[in-house]
């Protein structure tokens, strides 16, 4: 706990400081930082276990075969098979865990790996706020501790989501469509973010027939494995074994700035695209919330929440600057650097989860 709450009052005196804005030396230097920090981890994080298992499963297994070496629904229904069928979806970090299991690095190999990709996205989507201290700060206890170093897969295609809605915001279509797609080979529930060009984009926007066949086909795509996926996995096993505790607590961390972007959007003075983007994220929140309230799986609740916490950072970052309720910057930013460490320290403490996360090692400490 002590190793976390360091790194996180380093940051925040940061934040607290004159210096708001990140040189290329800064931002290298946290690159290296976190991609060390999570990705070396060791025995931490809810999903520690789960790729260690992975990867004894793929050590040994022919490249060739890697490929319908079946692992999708029938991982979490058991050795029931009814869905031995089903191949990999998401072929990028299995090729990294074969790698692994195989050539060399083992469990490090794909960490590493993910965690450079995730730090890299998430911190240059912090440097282009107006003031990524702060952003860095409200992203470290939940979306850095809890999904960087607890949900790999999810945070590299976290990650690409915010390259993603960075290159919406500039009305790149075809660039926030490449960064889905390639997120969809870590996590293929990221498709569902194709519904966002759609629901987002300009009202005389004209979709050539090839983008709106990608955008159909990978919509529906996202809806099954994010939707419907989990309503059919909670029928075949029961219910209560498709729970996930964390989807009310994620769901609420997005209602707060979303309730906060809906109601004072203009005070951000943000793009007309990017205004569009960040209001059909924080109405998707309520979404969420609705969905949790009238009893909808957790599960897939979760899956879609996770990719809305950027409206976090996006809305932390920023709100200072607004004067909402006609508090001063500086005020906004110690309010919400509190809010942040309350967060953190609620999770370590009361959280049902966190002693995968306690105490934290890592393998550098081991030499």
């Given at each position: 706990m002590i190793t976390y709450l360091s790194v996180w009052f380093f940051f925040a005196l940061q934040g607290l400081s004159k210096y708001k804005s990140w040189s290329k030396t800064t931002l290298t230097c946290l690159i290296i930082f976190f991609t060390l920090f999570i990705g070396l981890r060791f025995n931490v994080g809810g999903d520690w276990k789960n790729y260690l298992i992975d990867m004894q499963i793929k050590a040994g297994l022919d490249f060739p075969n890697l490929l319908s070496d079946g692992r999708g629904v029938e991982y979490f229904l058991g050795s029931s098979g009814i869905y031995n069928d089903f191949k990999i979806r998401e072929p990028f970090w299995h090729i990294l865990i074969w790698i692994g299991a195989n050539w060399g690095g083992g469990i490090y190999l794909a960490n590493v790996t993910a965690a450079f990709i995730f730090s890299s996205c998430l911190l240059y989507f912090c440097k282009q706020q107006r003031n990524p201290w702060l952003a860095l700060i409200v992203a470290f206890p939940y979306l850095i501790i809890v999904v960087g170093m607890g949900y790999t897969r999810h945070s590299v295609a976290l990650g690409f989501e915010m390259i993603a809605i960075l290159m919406l915001q500039k009305d790149r279509l075809l660039s926030y469509i490449a960064w889905i797609i390639l997120g969809s080979t870590f996590h293929r529930t990221i498709l569902v973010l194709l519904l966002l060009p759609m629901l987002s984009g300009k009202p005389s926007i004209k979709f050539t027939k090839i983008v709106r066949f990608i955008l159909l086909i990978g919509v529906t795509y996202g809806l099954y494995v994010t939707v419907f996926e989990p309503i059919l996995i909670s029928w075949l096993q029961g219910y209560a074994l498709m729970e996930s505790e964390g989807a009310w607590v994620r769901v609420l961390l997005c209602l707060m700035p979303a309730s906060v972007f809906l109601l004072i959007k203009k005070k951000f003075k943000l793009s007309p695209a990017s205004?569009?983007?960040?209001?059909?994220?924080?109405?998707?929140?309520?979404?969420?919330?609705?969905?949790?309230?009238?009893?909808?799986?957790?599960?897939?609740?979760?899956?879609?929440?996770?990719?809305?916490?950027?409206?976090?950072?996006?809305?932390?970052?920023?709100?200072?600057?607004?004067?909402?309720?006609?508090?001063?910057?500086?005020?906004?930013?110690?309010?919400?650097?509190?809010?942040?460490?309350?967060?953190?320290?609620?999770?370590?403490?009361?959280?049902?989860?966190?002693?995968?996360?306690?105490?934290?090692?890592?393998?550098?400490?081991?030499?």
């Open positions: 205004t569009r983007i960040w209001t059909m994220m924080s109405f998707g929140s309520f979404i969420c919330f609705l969905g949790l309230l009238v009893g909808l799986p957790s599960t897939m609740i979760d899956r879609i929440a996770l990719y809305l916490i950027p409206l976090q950072v996006l809305v932390g970052s920023n709100l200072p600057y607004t004067y909402f309720l006609k508090i001063s910057p500086l005020v906004w930013t110690r309010l919400i650097t509190i809010f942040s460490l309350l967060v953190l320290v609620v999770w370590l403490l009361y959280s049902g989860h966190s002693y995968l996360w306690l105490p934290y090692d890592n393998l550098l400490f081991r030499f």
